[in-house]
């Protein structure tokens, strides 16, 4: 059974950083895709950014230059660094699986979320 733990939400002022943390168990970790969502009240998930098991890297485009994906494969550990936090970056976040096609996500196993909340 794959089981995803994520952790280092909070409360930030907008400007701040947060690091947020997924640890993997049931699965090999290194093969897999790992994702980042994101979850406003009442919408959809959103993709926020992506690692595959080459390290290839992808961002929503209102992450790039401020958040950053990464993985350690020694600690079945998946990362998402968050700087120059903003008010609209409020949200539920999501570690999950996934599969990698033709450029796009297809999210399998979910973790059970992390609320970051940024105030203004």
């Known amino acids: 059974q794959v089981l995803l733990v994520e952790s280092g939400g909070g409360l930030v002022q907008a400007g701040g950083s947060l690091r947020l943390s997924c640890v993997a168990s049931?699965?090999?970790?290194?093969?897999?895709?790992m994702t980042w969502y994101r979850q406003y009240p009442g919408e959809q998930r959103e993709l926020v950014a992506g690692?595959?098991?080459?390290?290839?890297?992808k961002y929503v485009d209102s992450v790039k230059g401020r958040f950053t994906i990464s993985r350690d494969n020694a600690k079945d550990t998946l990362y998402l660094q968050m700087n120059s936090l903003k008010p609209e970056d409020t949200a539920v976040y999501y570690c999950?699986?996934?599969?990698?096609?033709?450029?796009?996500?297809?999210?399998?196993?979910w973790g059970q979320g992390t609320q970051v909340t940024v105030s203004s």
């Open positions: 999950a699986t996934a599969e990698y096609w033709n450029g796009r996500y297809y999210p399998k196993y």
């Open positions: 049931g699965t090999i970790f290194s093969t897999n895709t």
């Open positions: 690692i595959t098991p080459d390290d290839r890297t």
